[in-house]
C-alpha cells in the first residue's frame, strides 16, 4: 500500500516502528534520569550508547517519545527536589490531612498531609485521653487544621546499614516533618481527601466489627493498610520470604478488577459502554488499596492489558513493562529510588524472562530460579536471603488467592451484616494461627552474607538472566549467591572494632577476620520514662535502630561472647532484644552482678542455650581476638564501681573498654598495672566529669579517646572538664553524638583505617 504522505528523501529509510523496541526508550530514559539525579557517570554512558543505536538504527518514534519522557521526567523531578529548604522558624499555615494515614501511638499522632500543596510529614504531640480518642475514632473531623509548629530537621542515618530516615522522606516527595505545636480544625471538608476519608471509614470499620488477628489480615490484604500491630507478624513473614504477599500486587488487582469486570459483563455492556466505568473503578480501588509502588504498577499493567487486547494490539510482556514505567517515571520520578518501586518492579521485570513451564513440578523449578535471581537484591537491602522464600511463594501464594483474599473480602462484607459475623470471623482465626505456626519452624533457614554493594547486584542480574535463557541455567544459584559470598570474604578478610553509636549509651562490636568470632560489649538501650497508660507508645528497641542492623549488614547472625560492663539501662537495655534476634552464645559479667535487681530480671529471660559466665580481674574473654579483664577484683553488685574493664591488642594498635568506671577506679587500676599504655580508650561514663581522671589519662597516655554519647543529651555530657582534661593531654577525641558510629578495620600489612559515620 502506498503512503497516504510520501516522505522527504531524508526520511524514507527511517524505522518509525515501535513494537518490541519500546524497552530501548525505558533504558535510554531511567539511565538518563537516575544518571543527572545521583550524578552517576556510568549511567549517563549507558544512555548514550543507547541514543546512539537509536538514532544510528534510524528510529526516529523512540528517539522522540525518549526525549519527551525524559524532559516530562526531568521537568517533574525538578519540581520535586528543587524546592526551598523548609524553615526552622515558627510558621502559622492551613494544612490539609489525609485521614487514611493518621496514625495515633500513644500521646504521638503521624499523619500525612498538603501544606500549600506541598506533602508534609505531620507530628502532633496529644495533650489529653480525650483528644486522642477524637483522633481515633473520626480522623475525617480534623480534615482542615489551622497550624502553629516548625519544620525539624531529620538526622540521617549514624551507623552503617542503619534505615535512614532522612533519604526515606526525600525519596517519597516529603517537603519535611512538620511539628505541630498548636492546632485548631477548620469547617468543611476539602474534595481532595474523600477518597482518604472512604478508606479511613472502611479500615476503621474493619478494626471495630473484626477480631484482632482477623482485622490485621483484612486491612493488609484488602486495603494494603499495615499499622503497629501488623509489625508483630510482619517478622515471621518476613524471615519466612513472603511477606510481599501483604503487598497490594498483581494477585490482588486481578482479583478486585476481575470481579468489576465481571459485573459491567453481566450487565451485558459493550466494551466501549464499561470501558469509562470500569476505569473509574480502577482508580477509585486503587486509592482504597492505598498508592503505593506495587498498586501503581499492577493497576497499570492490567488497565493497559484491557485496552490492549479489545484494541487488538499485541505487545509483548517487555513492551508493557516499559511502557508502565515510563508512565511511573512521568508520575513519579523516584520510582526507582523507593524499595516499594525496586522491589515490585524487579519482580515483574524478571517474570518477564521466567520460560513458561510445561508442568507443575517445572513451573515450581522456575519459580526457584526467580527467588534465586532476588537473592543479591535481598542481600543489598535486607542482609540475609529466606532459603525456602521460593517454594512458600509457591504454595501460599495459591493460599493467599483462593483463600486468604477472598475470605478477607468476604469478612469485610460480612462486617455490615453483624449477626453472621462470629461464623466466620472464629475459623479464620484458626487458618490464620495454625499457618503463623507452621511458619515458625521454617523461619530460621536464612543466609547471612551481609549487605552487598548495588553494583555487584546490577552484574548479578545480568548474569544470572543470560544464564537462565541458555542451557547453563543450573548456574544461576552459582552466580547470585556464590559472587556475594565471594564478595563478602574478600571485604572481611581482617579484624574491625566498632564504636555504635547508640545515642545515650554505650555498645562496641569486635569481629575477628571472616566474623570467626564476634564479640559485643554493652548494647545501649533506653531509660524508660514514666507515663500514663493512653500515653505509652509501642516502640521497637532502640537496638533495631542501630546495632541490629549493623549486625545483619555484616553478616552476622552469631554473638560469640556479650560482654556487660555493669547494671545501667544505657548499657544492657537492650541485652533482651538481642539475645531474641541472634544465636548469642555466652553473656558475660562481673561477679556478684546477678544480685543487681535489673541485671537478675533480664537474665532470668535470657534463652536457655545462652550460657552466663562471672568474671573478675585477669580472666580472659574470648580466643580469636582475647579481652582480658582488668577489673574489678571483687565481687560486686554491677553498679558503676563495679564496672568491667576490658584490655586487647590487635596487632600494634591496643584498645580500652572501662564502662561506667569512677575516677577512683581508674586511680587503682593504674596502681594496679603501673606500665598499662592503651592507644584507644572508650572513654569512661559518656565523658561524665566523675570519670577520665587527668592522672589516669597521663599513665596511660591513649593517642584517641572515643566518647559514645547521645546528642543533646539531658545529662550534659561529654563534661568540659572532661575535655579539656583529654585535650591538655594531646589526645584526639572522636564523638558519636558528632561523627556516628567509628570504626576501625585492619587491612593488608597490618594496616588499619578508621571510618566515621554512615
Known amino acids: 500500500m502506498k503512503n497516504l504522505l510520501p516522505l522527504p528523501n531524508s526520511f524514507k529509510h527511517c524505522d518509525f516502528s515501535w513494537i518490541n523496541q519500546i524497552a530501548y526508550c525505558t533504558l535510554f530514559t531511567v539511565c538518563s534520569y537516575y544518571g543527572l539525579v545521583l550524578s552517576q557517570l556510568i549511567l549517563l554512558l549507558i544512555a548514550g550508547y543507547v541514543f546512539i543505536y537509536l538514532l544510528y538504527a534510524r528510529k526516529v518514534t523512540l528517539c522522540i517519545l525518549s526525549l519527551i519522557v525524559l524532559i516530562l521526567c526531568l521537568g517533574s523531578g525538578y519540581l520535586q527536589r528543587h524546592q526551598q529548604s523548609p524553615s526552622s522558624q515558627l510558621l502559622q499555615t492551613e494544612c490539609l490531612i489525609y485521614p487514611d494515614s493518621v496514625t495515633v501511638n500513644g500521646d504521638l499522632l503521624t499523619a500525612d498531609g498538603r501544606m500549600k500543596g506541598k506533602l508534609v510529614r505531620l507530628q502532633i504531640q496529644l495533650k489529653s485521653e480525650n ?50 505545636e ?61 511477606l510481599h504477599l501483604f503487598t497490594i500486587s498483581g494477585m490482588h488487582v486481578i482479583f478486585f478488577l476481575g470481579l468489576f469486570d465481571y459485573f459491567f459483563r453481566r450487565l451485558h455492556l459493550s466494551f466501549a459502554q464499561r470501558m469509562l466505568p470500569f476505569i473509574v473503578c480502577a482508580l477509585t480501588a486503587m486509592f482504597l488499596f492505598g498508592i503505593s509502588m506495587s498498586v501503581l504498577r499492577a493497576t497499570f499493567t492490567y488497565l493497559l492489558t484491557y485496552l490492549l487486547n479489545h484494541l487488538s494490539i499485541k505487545l509483548s510482556r517487555l513492551d508493557r513493562f516499559s511502557i508502565v514505567l515510563l508512565i511511573l517515571m512521568v508520575i513519579f520520578p523516584n520510582t526507582l529510588l523507593v524499595l516499594s518501586g525496586q522491589l515490585s518492579l524487579l519482580v515483574s521485570f524478571l517474570l518477564i524472562f521466567i520460560p513458561n513451564a510445561k508442568s507443575k513440578w517445572q513451573s515450581l523449578l522456575f519459580m526457584q530460579y526467580l527467588h534465586v535471581l532476588t537473592a543479591p537484591f535481598l542481600f543489598c537491602v535486607f542482609f540475609q536471603w529466606p532459603i525456602l522464600g521460593g517454594i512458600l511463594t509457591a504454595v501460599f501464594s ?55 554493594p548495588s553494583w555487584l547486584v546490577g552484574i548479578c542480574l545480568i548474569l544470572g538472566l543470560l544464564f537462565l535463557q541458555s542451557s547453563y541455567h543450573y548456574l544461576v544459584p552459582v552466580i547470585c549467591l556464590f559472587l556475594p559470598f565471594l564478595y563478602f570474604s574478600f571485604t572481611h578478610l581482617f579484624a574491625r572494632v566498632t564504636f555504635v553509636d547508640v545515642g545515650q549509651g554505650a555498645c562496641s562490636v569486635i569481629q575477628s577476620a571472616f566474623n570467626q568470632e564476634v564479640i559485643v560489649i554493652d548494647t545501649g538501650g533506653k531509660i524508660a520514662m514514666e507515663k500514663k497508660g493512653w500515653q505509652k507508645r509501642k516502640s521497637k528497641p532502640n537496638c533495631n535502630y542501630s546495632l541490629v542492623p549493623y549486625l545483619k549488614g555484616e553478616g552476622i547472625h552469631r554473638i560469640d561472647a556479650l560482654v556487660l560492663s555493669h547494671g545501667d539501662m544505657d548499657h544492657m537495655g537492650d541485652l533482651l532484644p538481642i539475645c531474641e534476634q541472634f544465636n548469642v552464645k555466652k553473656v558475660y559479667l562481673t561477679k556478684g552482678a546477678h544480685h543487681n535487681e535489673k541485671i537478675n530480671q533480664k537474665l532470668k529471660k535470657l534463652p536457655k542455650q545462652t550460657k552466663i559466665y562471672e568474671v573478675l580481674a585477669n580472666q580472659i574473654i574470648g580466643q580469636k581476638i582475647p579481652l582480658q579483664v582488668l577489673a574489678p577484683s571483687k565481687a560486686g553488685l554491677g553498679e558503676n564501681k563495679d564496672s568491667m574493664v576490658l584490655y586487647t591488642k590487635i596487632h600494634t594498635l591496643s584498645f580500652m573498654w572501662t564502662g561506667d568506671l569512677p575516677k577512683e577506679g581508674e586511680v587503682e587500676l593504674i596502681r594496679k598495672y603501673p606500665t598499662l599504655k592503651v592507644d584507644i580508650l572508650h572513654v569512661g561514663h559518656h565523658g561524665s566529669h566523675t570519670s577520665t581522671d587527668a592522672t589516669f589519662i597521663q599513665q596511660i597516655r591513649p593517642q584517641m579517646a572515643i566518647i559514645s554519647v547521645g546528642e543533646k543529651n539531658r545529662y550534659g555530657h561529654p563534661h568540659q572538664q572532661t575535655i579539656q582534661t583529654l585535650k591538655e593531654n594531646h589526645v584526639q577525641i572522636r564523638r558519636t553524638d558528632q561523627l556516628g558510629m567509628i570504626q576501625y578495620r585492619w587491612h593488608f600489612s597490618s594496616h588499619i583505617k578508621e571510618y566515621l559515620g554512615h
Open 131 to 180: 483528644e486522642q480518642q477524637k483522633w481515633r475514632m473520626d480522623a475525617p473531623s480534623f480534615t482542615r487544621l489551622s497550624c502553629t509548629g516548625r519544620f525539624q530537621s531529620v538526622n540521617t542515618s549514624r551507623n552503617q546499614h542503619a534505615f535512614d530516615y532522612e533519604k526515606y522522606l526525600q525519596d517519597k516527595n516529603y517537603f519535611g516533618l512538620f511539628v505541630v
Open 182 to 242: 498548636k492546632y485548631r480544625v477548620l469547617s468543611g471538608s476539602a474534595w481532595q481527601t474523600l477518597l482518604s476519608q472512604l478508606r479511613f471509614y472502611c479500615i476503621k470499620q474493619v478494626r471495630e466489627q473484626l477480631s484482632r488477628k482477623a482485622s490485621q489480615y483484612v486491612q493488609a490484604l484488602v486495603f494494603g493498610y499495615k499499622n503497629q500491630d501488623f509489625q508483630e507478624m510482619q517478622s515471621l513473614y518476613s524471615m519466612s520470604g513472603i
Open 398 to 452: 495459591y493460599l493467599f488467592t483462593f483463600l486468604l483474599l477472598p475470605y478477607c473480602f468476604g469478612l469485610f462484607l460480612l462486617t455490615f451484616i453483624p449477626p453472621l459475623l462470629p461464623f466466620f470471623n472464629l475459623p479464620f482465626d484458626w487458618i490464620v494461627k495454625g499457618i503463623e505456626y507452621s511458619l515458625q519452624f521454617l523461619v530460621n533457614f536464612q543466609l547471612h552474607f551481609g549487605t552487598i
